[in-house]
Protein backbone atom coordinates (compact mmCIF):
# COMPACT_ATOMS: atom_id res chain seq x y z
CA UNK A 1 0.00 0.00 0.00
CA UNK A 2 1.00 3.29 -0.91
CA UNK A 3 2.18 5.81 2.01
CA UNK A 4 1.49 9.28 2.33
CA UNK A 5 4.71 10.24 3.68
CA UNK A 6 8.83 8.56 1.55
CA UNK A 7 12.23 8.70 2.56
CA UNK A 8 13.99 9.64 -0.46
CA UNK A 9 16.12 6.15 -0.50
CA UNK A 10 13.30 4.07 0.72
CA UNK A 11 9.86 5.68 -0.93
CA UNK A 12 6.73 4.29 -0.06
CA UNK A 13 8.18 2.73 3.40
CA UNK A 14 6.37 5.70 5.69
CA UNK A 15 5.09 5.08 9.07
CA UNK A 16 2.05 6.16 8.33
CA UNK A 17 -0.32 4.65 5.86
CA UNK A 18 -2.43 5.91 3.04
CA UNK A 19 -6.22 4.97 3.24
CA UNK A 20 -7.70 3.86 0.23
CA UNK A 21 -10.70 6.32 -1.00
CA UNK A 22 -13.60 4.13 1.04
CA UNK A 23 -17.07 2.72 -0.63
CA UNK A 24 -19.74 4.87 -0.92
CA UNK A 25 -20.46 6.17 2.88
CA UNK A 26 -23.84 5.35 3.78
CA UNK A 27 -24.24 5.10 7.95
CA UNK A 28 -22.41 5.49 11.48
CA UNK A 29 -21.36 2.87 13.57
CA UNK A 30 -24.26 1.21 14.32
CA UNK A 31 -25.93 -1.54 16.67
CA UNK A 32 -26.28 -4.81 16.36
CA UNK A 33 -28.86 -6.56 14.05
CA UNK A 34 -29.17 -10.00 15.46
CA UNK A 35 -29.43 -12.72 12.75
CA UNK A 36 -27.88 -10.20 10.31
CA UNK A 37 -25.37 -12.39 8.12
CA UNK A 38 -21.35 -11.37 7.89
CA UNK A 39 -18.49 -12.31 5.27
CA UNK A 40 -14.75 -12.48 6.04
CA UNK A 41 -12.25 -11.61 3.79
CA UNK A 42 -9.81 -14.38 2.89
CA UNK A 43 -6.54 -13.21 5.08
CA UNK A 44 -4.80 -15.89 4.62
CA UNK A 45 -4.67 -16.46 0.57
CA UNK A 46 -2.94 -12.98 0.38
CA UNK A 47 0.19 -14.25 2.68
CA UNK A 48 3.07 -15.86 0.62
CA UNK A 49 4.60 -17.34 3.57
CA UNK A 50 4.84 -20.76 4.86
CA UNK A 51 3.08 -21.93 8.02
CA UNK A 52 6.43 -23.70 10.51
CA UNK A 53 5.26 -25.44 13.24
CA UNK A 54 8.00 -25.41 16.39
CA UNK A 55 8.42 -29.04 16.97
CA UNK A 56 8.44 -28.44 20.55
CA UNK A 57 4.85 -27.10 20.67
CA UNK A 58 2.80 -30.14 22.10
CA UNK A 59 5.04 -30.58 25.54
CA UNK A 60 5.53 -27.17 25.91
CA UNK A 61 1.94 -25.67 25.45
CA UNK A 62 1.13 -28.62 27.83
CA UNK A 63 3.43 -27.29 30.63
CA UNK A 64 2.80 -23.71 30.11
CA UNK A 65 -0.85 -24.71 30.01
CA UNK A 66 -0.32 -26.04 33.56
CA UNK A 67 1.41 -23.40 34.92
CA UNK A 68 -0.67 -20.41 34.18
CA UNK A 69 -3.52 -22.39 35.53
CA UNK A 70 -2.09 -23.04 38.59
CA UNK A 71 -1.50 -19.48 38.98
CA UNK A 72 -4.60 -17.86 37.72
CA UNK A 73 -6.64 -19.67 40.10
CA UNK A 74 -9.22 -19.67 37.01
CA UNK A 75 -13.27 -20.45 37.79
CA UNK A 76 -14.49 -23.66 36.08
CA UNK A 77 -15.85 -21.10 32.94
CA UNK A 78 -12.66 -19.16 32.68
CA UNK A 79 -10.52 -22.67 32.45
CA UNK A 80 -12.58 -23.74 29.62
CA UNK A 81 -11.93 -20.38 27.87
CA UNK A 82 -8.57 -21.18 28.77
CA UNK A 83 -7.92 -24.11 27.38
CA UNK A 84 -9.77 -23.24 24.42
CA UNK A 85 -7.27 -20.27 23.56
CA UNK A 86 -4.79 -22.83 22.99
CA UNK A 87 -2.08 -19.84 22.49
CA UNK A 88 0.65 -22.05 23.01
CA UNK A 89 -0.19 -23.32 19.52
CA UNK A 90 0.39 -19.76 18.48
CA UNK A 91 3.45 -19.90 20.32
CA UNK A 92 4.56 -22.92 18.41
CA UNK A 93 4.02 -20.92 14.93
CA UNK A 94 5.38 -17.86 15.81
CA UNK A 95 8.72 -19.54 16.99
CA UNK A 96 9.56 -22.09 15.10
CA UNK A 97 13.05 -22.91 15.51
CA UNK A 98 13.74 -21.79 19.14
CA UNK A 99 14.66 -24.49 22.24
CA UNK A 100 12.03 -25.79 24.28
CA UNK A 101 13.61 -23.53 27.31
CA UNK A 102 12.46 -19.90 24.87
CA UNK A 103 9.80 -21.64 23.85
CA UNK A 104 8.31 -22.30 27.20
CA UNK A 105 8.58 -18.19 28.29
CA UNK A 106 6.77 -17.54 25.47
CA UNK A 107 4.20 -19.92 25.47
CA UNK A 108 4.37 -18.27 29.01
CA UNK A 109 4.03 -15.04 28.08
CA UNK A 110 1.59 -15.12 25.42
CA UNK A 111 -1.17 -17.10 27.70
CA UNK A 112 -0.56 -14.20 29.99
CA UNK A 113 -0.80 -11.56 27.73
CA UNK A 114 -4.10 -12.88 26.53
CA UNK A 115 -5.13 -12.98 30.00
CA UNK A 116 -3.91 -9.34 30.87
CA UNK A 117 -6.03 -8.16 27.65
CA UNK A 118 -9.60 -9.83 29.34
CA UNK A 119 -8.14 -9.07 32.66
CA UNK A 120 -8.19 -5.10 31.61
CA UNK A 121 -11.15 -5.51 29.53
CA UNK A 122 -13.00 -6.30 32.48
CA UNK A 123 -11.73 -3.16 34.53
CA UNK A 124 -11.89 0.80 34.44
CA UNK A 125 -8.64 2.41 34.77
CA UNK A 126 -8.35 2.17 38.31
CA UNK A 127 -7.88 -1.69 37.95
CA UNK A 128 -5.77 -1.33 34.90
CA UNK A 129 -3.79 1.05 36.51
CA UNK A 130 -3.30 -1.36 39.04
CA UNK A 131 -2.12 -4.69 36.20
CA UNK A 132 0.00 -2.21 35.22
CA UNK A 133 2.37 -1.17 38.49
CA UNK A 134 2.06 -4.57 39.37
CA UNK A 135 3.92 -5.87 36.23
CA UNK A 136 5.87 -3.32 35.19
CA UNK A 137 7.64 -3.06 38.63
CA UNK A 138 8.02 -6.81 38.44
CA UNK A 139 10.09 -6.54 34.84
CA UNK A 140 11.78 -3.28 36.20
CA UNK A 141 12.49 -4.66 39.96
CA UNK A 142 13.08 -8.29 39.72
CA UNK A 143 14.85 -8.38 43.07
CA UNK A 144 13.41 -6.05 45.01
CA UNK A 145 9.56 -5.67 44.49
CA UNK A 146 7.08 -8.04 45.77
CA UNK A 147 3.52 -8.62 45.23
CA UNK A 148 0.80 -11.60 46.28
CA UNK A 149 -0.80 -10.51 43.06
CA UNK A 150 -1.35 -13.54 40.28
CA UNK A 151 -0.41 -11.18 37.38
CA UNK A 152 2.66 -10.23 39.20
CA UNK A 153 3.54 -13.57 40.73
CA UNK A 154 3.30 -14.92 36.88
CA UNK A 155 4.99 -12.03 35.45
CA UNK A 156 7.84 -12.92 37.82
CA UNK A 157 8.09 -16.57 37.05
CA UNK A 158 8.74 -15.93 33.48
CA UNK A 159 10.60 -12.87 33.63
CA UNK A 160 13.61 -14.76 35.94
CA UNK A 161 13.48 -17.52 32.66
CA UNK A 162 13.85 -14.72 30.98
CA UNK A 163 16.71 -13.04 32.18
CA UNK A 164 19.10 -15.72 31.78
CA UNK A 165 19.95 -15.45 28.12
CA UNK A 166 18.22 -12.42 26.59
CA UNK A 167 20.27 -9.37 25.37
CA UNK A 168 20.44 -5.94 27.02
CA UNK A 169 18.95 -4.37 23.46
CA UNK A 170 15.98 -7.08 23.26
CA UNK A 171 15.52 -6.71 27.36
CA UNK A 172 15.18 -3.05 26.62
CA UNK A 173 13.11 -3.25 24.08
CA UNK A 174 10.51 -6.05 25.55
CA UNK A 175 10.33 -3.67 28.72
CA UNK A 176 9.62 -0.38 26.79
CA UNK A 177 6.87 -1.69 24.10
CA UNK A 178 4.83 -3.67 27.49
CA UNK A 179 5.01 -0.08 28.87
CA UNK A 180 3.70 1.05 25.70
CA UNK A 181 0.94 -1.54 25.46
CA UNK A 182 0.02 -0.54 29.21
CA UNK A 183 -0.53 2.76 28.43
CA UNK A 184 -2.46 2.55 25.17
CA UNK A 185 -4.78 -0.23 26.93
CA UNK A 186 -5.67 2.68 29.90
CA UNK A 187 -6.54 5.11 27.24
CA UNK A 188 -8.68 1.95 25.23
CA UNK A 189 -10.51 1.79 29.33
CA UNK A 190 -10.63 5.51 28.99
CA UNK A 191 -12.40 5.30 25.63
CA UNK A 192 -14.54 2.37 26.85
CA UNK A 193 -15.97 4.24 29.78
CA UNK A 194 -16.51 7.51 27.99
CA UNK A 195 -18.19 5.61 24.96
CA UNK A 196 -15.50 6.73 22.56
CA UNK A 197 -14.56 5.44 19.33
CA UNK A 198 -11.49 6.42 17.66
CA UNK A 199 -11.25 8.23 14.44
CA UNK A 200 -9.59 6.05 12.07
CA UNK A 201 -5.87 7.02 11.87
CA UNK A 202 -6.27 7.93 15.95
CA UNK A 203 -7.17 3.69 16.11
CA UNK A 204 -4.76 2.46 13.77
CA UNK A 205 -1.70 4.07 15.59
CA UNK A 206 -3.59 3.01 18.75
CA UNK A 207 -4.24 -0.20 17.94
CA UNK A 208 -0.13 -1.14 17.39
CA UNK A 209 0.07 -0.54 21.47
CA UNK A 210 -2.89 -2.79 22.12
CA UNK A 211 -2.06 -5.22 20.22
CA UNK A 212 0.75 -6.29 22.34
CA UNK A 213 2.59 -7.13 19.67
CA UNK A 214 5.94 -4.90 19.99
CA UNK A 215 6.57 -7.33 22.91
CA UNK A 216 5.72 -10.24 21.10
CA UNK A 217 8.16 -9.33 18.04
CA UNK A 218 11.16 -8.61 20.69
CA UNK A 219 10.38 -11.77 21.50
CA UNK A 220 11.71 -12.70 18.20
CA UNK A 221 15.14 -11.98 19.02
CA UNK A 222 15.09 -13.65 22.67
CA UNK A 223 13.80 -16.54 21.03
CA UNK A 224 16.33 -16.88 18.25
CA UNK A 225 19.39 -15.74 20.80
CA UNK A 226 20.43 -12.40 18.88
CA UNK A 227 20.03 -8.95 20.13
CA UNK A 228 20.24 -6.47 16.98
CA UNK A 229 22.15 -2.96 17.65
CA UNK A 230 19.44 -0.06 18.36
CA UNK A 231 20.30 1.34 15.41
CA UNK A 232 19.56 -1.78 13.42
CA UNK A 233 15.55 -1.87 14.91
CA UNK A 234 15.35 2.18 14.65
CA UNK A 235 16.21 1.93 10.84
CA UNK A 236 12.98 3.11 8.90
CA UNK A 237 13.02 0.25 6.66
CA UNK A 238 12.98 -2.54 10.14
CA UNK A 239 10.04 0.22 11.48
CA UNK A 240 8.40 -0.34 8.58
CA UNK A 241 8.29 -4.20 8.32
CA UNK A 242 7.22 -4.46 11.97
CA UNK A 243 4.15 -1.88 11.70
CA UNK A 244 3.05 -4.14 8.53
CA UNK A 245 3.76 -6.98 10.59
CA UNK A 246 1.74 -5.35 13.45
CA UNK A 247 -1.20 -4.18 11.37
CA UNK A 248 -1.37 -7.32 9.34
CA UNK A 249 -1.82 -9.29 12.91
CA UNK A 250 -3.92 -6.36 15.03
CA UNK A 251 -6.20 -6.01 11.63
CA UNK A 252 -6.84 -9.71 11.18
CA UNK A 253 -7.67 -10.27 14.68
CA UNK A 254 -10.04 -7.60 14.70
CA UNK A 255 -11.91 -8.61 11.75
CA UNK A 256 -12.20 -12.19 12.91
CA UNK A 257 -13.01 -10.68 16.28
CA UNK A 258 -15.51 -8.33 15.41
CA UNK A 259 -18.48 -10.39 16.05
CA UNK A 260 -17.74 -11.20 19.29
CA UNK A 261 -16.34 -8.15 20.10
CA UNK A 262 -19.76 -6.34 18.99
CA UNK A 263 -21.71 -8.47 21.02
CA UNK A 264 -20.25 -7.48 24.13
CA UNK A 265 -20.83 -3.91 22.87
CA UNK A 266 -16.95 -3.19 22.41
CA UNK A 267 -15.89 -0.71 19.93
CA UNK A 268 -12.15 -1.19 20.08
CA UNK A 269 -12.08 -2.93 16.64
CA UNK A 270 -11.07 -1.22 13.11
CA UNK A 271 -14.61 -2.33 11.80
CA UNK A 272 -16.19 0.16 14.06
CA UNK A 273 -13.27 2.47 13.75
CA UNK A 274 -14.44 2.61 9.80
CA UNK A 275 -17.75 2.68 10.53
CA UNK A 276 -17.55 5.74 12.83
CA UNK A 277 -14.77 7.60 10.80
CA UNK A 278 -16.55 6.65 7.34
CA UNK A 279 -20.19 6.19 7.53
CA UNK A 280 -19.80 2.62 6.20
CA UNK A 281 -22.69 0.02 7.06
CA UNK A 282 -21.28 -3.10 8.62
CA UNK A 283 -20.31 -5.58 5.59
CA UNK A 284 -18.53 -2.50 3.76
CA UNK A 285 -16.55 -2.12 6.64
CA UNK A 286 -15.63 -5.52 7.02
CA UNK A 287 -14.28 -5.39 3.50
CA UNK A 288 -12.96 -2.37 3.80
CA UNK A 289 -10.28 -3.78 6.67
CA UNK A 290 -10.11 -6.73 4.73
CA UNK A 291 -8.65 -4.45 1.95
CA UNK A 292 -6.50 -2.78 4.33
CA UNK A 293 -5.22 -5.84 6.21
CA UNK A 294 -4.52 -7.97 2.71
CA UNK A 295 -2.38 -4.73 1.52
CA UNK A 296 -0.23 -4.96 4.89
CA UNK A 297 1.77 -7.98 2.84
CA UNK A 298 2.52 -5.58 0.05
CA UNK A 299 3.78 -2.87 2.36
CA UNK A 300 5.61 -6.17 4.04
CA UNK A 301 7.57 -7.19 0.86
CA UNK A 302 8.21 -3.83 -0.43
CA UNK A 303 9.99 -3.11 2.85
CA UNK A 304 12.14 -6.51 2.50
CA UNK A 305 13.23 -5.56 -0.79
CA UNK A 306 14.35 -2.62 0.93
CA UNK A 307 16.57 -3.70 3.58
CA UNK A 308 19.98 -2.02 3.44
CA UNK A 309 22.94 -4.09 4.44
CA UNK A 310 24.68 -3.65 8.37
CA UNK A 311 27.82 -6.27 7.29
CA UNK A 312 27.63 -10.07 7.17
CA UNK A 313 26.70 -10.65 10.70
CA UNK A 314 23.84 -8.08 11.45
CA UNK A 315 22.25 -9.24 8.13
CA UNK A 316 22.45 -12.80 9.05
CA UNK A 317 20.76 -11.86 12.20
CA UNK A 318 18.37 -9.46 10.57
CA UNK A 319 17.32 -11.97 7.74
CA UNK A 320 16.07 -14.70 11.06
CA UNK A 321 14.28 -11.81 12.53
CA UNK A 322 12.28 -10.94 9.17
CA UNK A 323 11.44 -15.02 8.96
CA UNK A 324 10.28 -14.51 12.66
CA UNK A 325 7.36 -11.29 11.19
CA UNK A 326 6.77 -13.51 8.41
CA UNK A 327 6.02 -16.31 11.04
CA UNK A 328 3.94 -14.02 13.33
CA UNK A 329 1.69 -12.62 9.96
CA UNK A 330 0.70 -16.81 8.54
CA UNK A 331 0.68 -17.54 12.19
CA UNK A 332 -1.85 -15.68 13.72
CA UNK A 333 -4.13 -15.72 10.12
CA UNK A 334 -3.99 -19.33 10.41
CA UNK A 335 -4.21 -19.55 14.55
CA UNK A 336 -7.32 -17.51 14.69
CA UNK A 337 -9.60 -20.40 13.26
CA UNK A 338 -7.48 -23.13 15.16
CA UNK A 339 -9.12 -21.12 18.74
CA UNK A 340 -11.79 -21.18 19.87
CA UNK A 341 -11.59 -17.51 21.11
CA UNK A 342 -13.21 -16.24 18.11
CA UNK A 343 -15.66 -18.92 16.96
CA UNK A 344 -16.23 -21.19 19.47
CA UNK A 345 -15.29 -24.77 17.85
CA UNK A 346 -16.99 -23.87 14.35
CA UNK A 347 -13.39 -22.05 13.78
CA UNK A 348 -12.71 -24.63 10.84
CA UNK A 349 -15.77 -24.59 9.12
CA UNK A 350 -16.01 -20.35 9.30
CA UNK A 351 -12.12 -21.27 7.85
CA UNK A 352 -13.71 -22.70 4.91
CA UNK A 353 -17.23 -20.81 4.46
CA UNK A 354 -15.65 -17.34 5.53
CA UNK A 355 -19.53 -16.74 6.50
CA UNK A 356 -21.45 -16.50 9.96
CA UNK A 357 -24.27 -14.85 11.49
CA UNK A 358 -24.09 -11.81 14.02
CA UNK A 359 -24.26 -12.28 17.62
CA UNK A 360 -26.93 -10.42 19.81
CA UNK A 361 -25.64 -8.19 22.57
CA UNK A 362 -24.85 -9.64 25.75
CA UNK A 363 -22.12 -7.61 27.41
CA UNK A 364 -18.69 -8.45 28.94
CA UNK A 365 -18.76 -12.50 30.08
Known amino acids: MGSSQS ?171 LGLYFKAIMQQATDRATKTVPELEAYISLRRDTSGCKTGFALIEYAAGIDLPNEVVEHPVIQGLLDATNDSVSWANDILSYNREQSRGDTHNLVCAIMATLGLERQAAIDYAGDLCNKTVE ?36 WSFMTERYFGKDGPKIRKSLQTTLLPVRGFD
Open 7 to 177: TPSHPRLSRRISLPPPPRATSPCSGSKEGEGIKFPDLVKSIPFPLRLNPYTRFVSAESDAFIIEYAKFSEKQLTKFIGLNAGLLCGMCYAECEPEQLRVCSDFMSFLFNLDDWSDEFDTTGTKGLEEAVMNTLNHPDTYHSDSAAARTAKSWWTRMLKTVGPNCRKRFVDT
Open 299 to 334: RFLEGKAALPSWGPEIDAQVQVYVQGLEDWIIANAE
